[in-house]
């Protein structure tokens, strides 16, 4: 497909097989919606570590919201408190189940 670029009223449409943007950030900001006038809406942004991040800096006080069903192929790491790291979720519910049932097994042994 040919790229173009249509406006047409307040709608800006982008045609072709991919976007390249070469930036660093990729801000959205609807006036509008926002609850406070300072700051900046970085919803995605190409970070020092070369990942993917957004909301960078919580620039969106409501934070994001992702709807449906959300697949991780990989490892999921989730920030602990301050001061304690990350952990896997995965390995995690993984050992509770172990624990869970293993829990399960004496409890039945002890009813028998």
């Not at 609807?30 to 991040?53: I, K, M, Y």
């Not at 994001?64 to 990350?86: A, E, M, Q, R, S």
Request: charged content about 20%.
């Amino acid at each position: 497909m040919d790229a173009d670029i249509e406006l047409s009223g307040n709608t800006t449409t982008v045609k072709g097989d991919f976007v390249k943007v070469t930036a660093v950030d990729l801000n959205l900001d609807a006036p509008g919606r926002r609850v406070s006038t300072s700051g900046q809406r970085r919803a995605l942004v190409h970070d020092f570590t070369d990942g993917l991040t957004l909301n960078w800096s919580r620039d969106y006080p409501g934070g994001i919201t992702l709807n449906g069903v959300v697949t991780c192929p990989n490892t999921l790491h989730v920030d602990k408190p301050v001061g304690y790291g990350t952990y896997d979720v995965g390995a995690t519910l993984r050992s509770l189940t172990d624990q869970i049932n293993a829990l399960t097994a004496r409890v039945t042994a002890l009813e028998s």
